[in-house]
């Protein structure tokens, strides 16, 4: 079904697909000439996370990718069901980038992803789901509880892999990694106080801006704060990741 988009939601809608675009053809520059394997992975999933969110946004500024969904007690909710499909792919993409920089295991991934797509599960379900207040709420709580679980991971095991790497390596790691933290808790203090869990709070044109400017500063923010150095990148030791698969 295409829905009509208009007014607020359609300008932030229009940033974000502009913003995306920007960003991954500035990685896909970042990224020429890099001939070391190892590197080049930083410049690909980075470019795919950008990339898949550019046609996100270009679908749901199409109105492609929208929903209603009748919430017992409380009307008919406009649901971006699109923005999960992205969430879904993108967010364990960034964790992967984090992963490359720590030098991490793959059991450490396998970890950080499976949480990571618990959470999102969870929350497209509270979102899409035809069922009322108390309902979504309580969906919102284990979603959430997942992505404490995550920051547990992020904040314990994967950092102290990192503090093996260089200095720069992990002071760069460090700081994507608290730019994670603190973007990704935004998000569902968004969705619980929009219109998503029906309290409402905040209006659909202004949630769907606040998503979208987080989306842009965890997707093109983070890409161009690790894509910038190149001596940095070229410092990372894959050594924890190859002493796993060994």
Do not use: C
């Amino acid at each position: 079904m295409v829905a009509q988009v208009s007014g607020l939601e359609q300008i932030a809608l229009g940033i974000g697909t502009l913003g995306m675009a920007i960003g991954t053809v500035a990685f896909i520059a970042m990224g020429r000439g890099e001939s070391d394997e190892h590197r080049r992975r930083f410049y690909v999933v980075t470019t795919l996370i950008t990339g898949i969110a550019t046609v996100a946004y270009l679908l749901m500024f199409l109105g492609i990718g929208i929903t209603e969904v009748r919430v017992p007690g409380e009307g008919v909710l406009r649901i971006y069901w699109m923005r999960y499909a992205d969430w879904l792919l993108t967010t364990p993409l960034l964790l992967v980038d984090l992963a490359l920089l720590a030098g991490t295991d793959r059991g450490t991934i396998y970890r950080l992803v499976g949480l990571d797509v618990g959470m999102i599960v969870v929350g497209a379900a509270a979102a899409v789901a035809p069922v009322g207040q108390t309902v979504r709420l309580a969906l919102w709580a284990v979603s959430s509880l997942f992505f404490v679980a995550l920051l547990y991971v992020l904040a314990n095991q994967l950092s102290a892999q990192a503090a093996w790497q260089s200095g720069e390596v992990a002071a760069l790691f460090s700081t994507l990694r608290n730019l994670i933290i603190v973007l990704w808790t935004a998000y569902p203090i968004v969705w619980l106080f929009g219109t998503e869990s029906t309290i409402g709070l905040i209006p659909l044109g202004v949630e769907t801006t606040l998503f979208m400017i987080l989306d842009l500063a965890a997707k093109v923010g983070f890409g161009f704060l690790l894509l910038r150095s190149r001596h940095v990148l070229a410092e990372v030791s894959p050594s924890a990741s190859a002493a796993t698969a060994d």
